[in-house]
């Protein structure tokens, strides 16, 4: 495996690191974690700013990573998120940086990372109603959510994306509203089928609102046509709307899962590799660097760890189980 890129046993190469800064976050929304929150990293096991800009560099310059994305828990609270993506963006090749957020301090953190090099951005929005962000979210915060939107339209960060994931007898009507909205707004829409990632291991199959579900929902309303062109790694299958150029995307993890093709590397905020969302098992980064270790020493663990990635997440086998940790701990 010297000298290769993130090759794994199937083929594949993992090209998409997913870079998660902190486990912390200003929401509790029911299907991600408890109310009272959980217990979150101690900040000496958290990453540097300096750590991370190392590691990420490791990945774009001698594995082949050409995108990185931003993740939490919600990592518009690291304080110096803007220095971060400016290291990223100095690196040579530049990947091209994105970040996943709930959107709650971006309104006034927009400007600052586009001129730190951050190139678009994905917000989580799973209801346009008031009272139901309350009961999804456990906060009154709807209001910065839709502001922090409009900010990073504003300051260029597109295509702006919103993610949102349809909760059976919560939200499930609101399918057509939010690809309304998105349309009316010019933001890019991906529903996202809900995973077993949670820490209360709540997660119900029968309860879950499947992307064929959500297609018909949507058809009855629009006229929807498979977008030409290879789809790819890219987790979202997309559709034109009503002929285009607007589209809508589904990514269907559970019942259309896409591992077979799957580029995605991911580094959590402790300096763990894991080589798959739903992986038992991570690879220790931060002991190695912390201990001395040299660029090409974390480079080649970094390659071992992704050459034992598993075929799938095997959710439909008898014997899955989900992971010890969250999908807060791990990033989306």
């Not at 990592?75 to 803007?82: K, S, T």
């Not at 018909?216 to 299958?237: I, K, N, Q, S, Y």
């Not at 690879?283 to 992704?306: F, K, N, V």
Request: aromatic content about 6%; overall charge neutral; charged content about 25%.
């Amino acid at each position: 495996m010297a000298g290769l890129g993130l090759l794994d046993s199937f083929g594949r190469v993992a090209t998409d690191l997913r870079v998660s800064l902190l486990d912390r976050c200003n929401l509790r929304c029911t299907y991600c974690m408890p109310e009272q929150g959980l217990d979150w990293l101690a900040k000496p096991d958290l990453l540097t700013g300096a750590e991370f800009v190392r590691l990420i560099g490791i990945a774009v310059r001698e594995l082949g990573v050409r995108d990185v994305r931003f993740t939490g828990g919600e990592p518009l609270l690291r304080r110096d998120l803007a220095d971060i993506v400016r290291g990223v963006a100095a690196l040579a090749p530049r990947p091209r940086i994105a970040l996943t957020t709930n959107g709650i301090g971006l309104v006034r953190a927009a400007e600052d990372l586009a001129a730190a090099g951050l190139d678009r951005v994905n917000v989580s929005l799973d209801t346009l109603r008031a009272p139901r962000f309350l009961r999804i979210t456990r906060r009154d915060r709807l209001d910065q959510v839709l502001a922090g939107l409009r900010a990073a339209r504003r300051a260029g960060l597109g295509p702006v994306k919103v993610n949102a994931v349809l909760l059976r007898g919560i939200n499930e009507d609101e399918a057509v509203p939010l690809l309304r909205f998105c349309l009316a707004a010019g933001y890019q829409l991906r529903f996202i089928e809900q995973m077993p990632l949670d820490p209360q291991h709540g997660w119900d199959r029968d309860a879950m609102v499947t992307a064929a579900e959500i297609l018909a929902m949507l058809r009855r309303e629009f006229d929807l046509t498979p977008e030409p062109g290879e789809r790819g790694a890219a987790p979202a299958e997309r559709w034109l709307v009503d002929g285009g150029p607007a589209t809508v995307g589904v990514i269907g993890s559970v019942t259309r899962p896409f591992c077979a093709d799957c580029a995605r590397t991911r580094l959590t905020a402790d300096g763990q590799v894991r080589s798959c969302l739903f992986a038992h098992t991570e690879t220790d980064l931060r002991a190695a660097l912390r201990g001395g270790a040299s660029d090409a020493e974390l480079a080649r663990l970094w390659r071992e760890a992704m050459w034992a990635k598993p075929s799938g997440h095997g959710i439909d086998r008898p014997e899955f189980a989900q992971p010890d940790r969250p999908m807060s701990a791990i990033g989306g």
